[in-house]
């Protein structure tokens, strides 16, 4: 559960057994940094970014963690979370636009349609909404890494359980490595969907903490280190070309040793 407690500064992280809640509590100040940050690393804090579709993706990424909206019923392999993000819209008290709430299925069924229609009506009030809500995106993604964890440690073997949580230890231990693993696991995700792998290996958040060296003296650049690994193993197993992205992935992960949190 996500809570905004009083007091500048303060952080506090709670790990317990899988079978109780992962708790993160951050200053509304810290939040709207942390806002700020992926906002930053997804869409350089620019307007028009919170709509956008890649080259050589099935589907478009909307708002501030770019989560993703299927066009068709069948899925691809990457979890669809926009949908999601709309019904938390709708839980946190929000009233959806009218064509946003009878919408099931992305109403762009190509990238060209989609830039073709970029500056009308739909897209545009799209992104005003969609900036209208950052906070609310941005406990979406908190609640995200809270469900997460426990998960990710209950998939874990015997021995990696205590790989895993050593690590999850020493980067809950300043905000900045907070800010990492909420950062990633918005990028690319857990690490626990089967459907996530190329030739049998993820690359979400366990595997980043499972490759993490056993000792190291700056945990966040041990953990950019260890994304840097896993993302350009993805990029060689990929059935497709990716090597583009992951020059902009490895500056993303790397950053996280620069980030300051007040």
Not at 35 to 49: P, R, S, V, Y
Not at 59 to 85: A, C, V
Request: overall charge positive; proline content about 4%.
């Amino acid at each position: 559960m996500f809570r905004i407690v009083s007091f500048i500064g303060l952080l506090l992280f709670s790990l317990t057994a899988v079978s109780h809640s992962y708790s993160i509590d951050l200053t509304e100040k810290q939040a709207d940094a942390l806002g700020q940050l992926i906002w930053k690393n997804e869409g350089q804090q620019k307007l028009q970014h919170l709509t956008s579709w890649n080259r050589d993706e099935d589907f478009p990424s909307l708002g501030l963690g770019h989560f993703i909206w299927y066009p068709t019923e069948q899925k691809g392999p990457f979890k669809e979370q926009f949908p999601e993000l709309l019904a938390f819209f709708e839980k946190n008290g929000v009233t959806l636009p009218q064509w946003l709430a009878e919408t099931k299925l992305a109403p762009w069924k190509s990238r060209e349609q989609f830039y073709q229609e970029f500056d009308q009506q739909q897209l545009s009030s799209l992104r005003t909404f969609l900036s209208q809500h950052i906070e609310l995106q941005v406990k979406f993604i908190i609640l995200r890494l809270e469900a997460a964890i426990p998960h990710i440690i209950h998939s874990s073997t015997t021995a990696q359980k205590k790989i895993v949580k050593e690590h999850i230890k020493r980067m809950t231990a300043t905000p900045e490595g907070v800010f990492s693993m909420l950062d990633y696991v918005n990028f690319k995700g857990e690490g626990l969907s089967k459907k996530e792998r190329y030739q049998g290996h993820g690359w979400g958040l366990k595997q980043v903490l499972l490759n993490m060296p056993v000792e190291y003296d700056n945990a966040l650049y041990a953990f950019g280190m260890s994304a840097d690994e896993v993302l350009t193993r993805r990029v060689k197993n990929a059935p497709k070309k990716e090597f583009r992205w992951l020059k902009g992935w490895r500056a993303r992960v790397y950053g996280y040793q620069k980030i300051v949190v007040q």
